[in-house]
């Protein structure tokens, strides 16, 4: 069956598993989302990445509203077979609805509070306003 590669992931009681978008070319984590099994069998199928939003309760295709898309490289699967990394291209350099290159935008001071270390590249309310903003 040509879906085998599904059945080896280890999906959790609600059927999801966490998935890491990387930007291949530079190694940065941009984002950690999760996937059903359709959203990632519809990803390896389409060569862009589909999420299931667990706040939406549906399949979200990444950049459906921004045009921020991100396509893949690389789909690896972790030694536990329970965590997927995904190795992407992100379209517009945003792949964080903050407008920030990517969602880990806070750095742990030695004061122990959280300071924002990286900057807002576009305004949100640019960004989804203009589902087409790339």
Known sequence: ???????????????LVPAIAQE???????MVAWMNREALAQTAKRGEV?????????????????????????IRLDCDDDVVLLKVEQKGGIACHTGRHACFYRKLDAGNQWQTVEPVLKDPASIYANPKTS
Do not use: C, F, I, P
């Not at 706040?55 to 921020?68: C, I, P, Q, T, V």
């Open 24 to 30: 291949a070319a530079t190694g940065d984590v941009l």
């Open 50 to 74: 589909v999420y299931w939003s667990r706040s939406r309760g549906r399949l979200w295709n990444k950049g459906e509203e921004s045009g921020h898309v991100q396509t893949v490289s690389e």
């Open 1 to 15: 069956m040509a879906e085998d590669w599904l059945d080896q992931v280890n999906w959790d009681k609600d059927g």
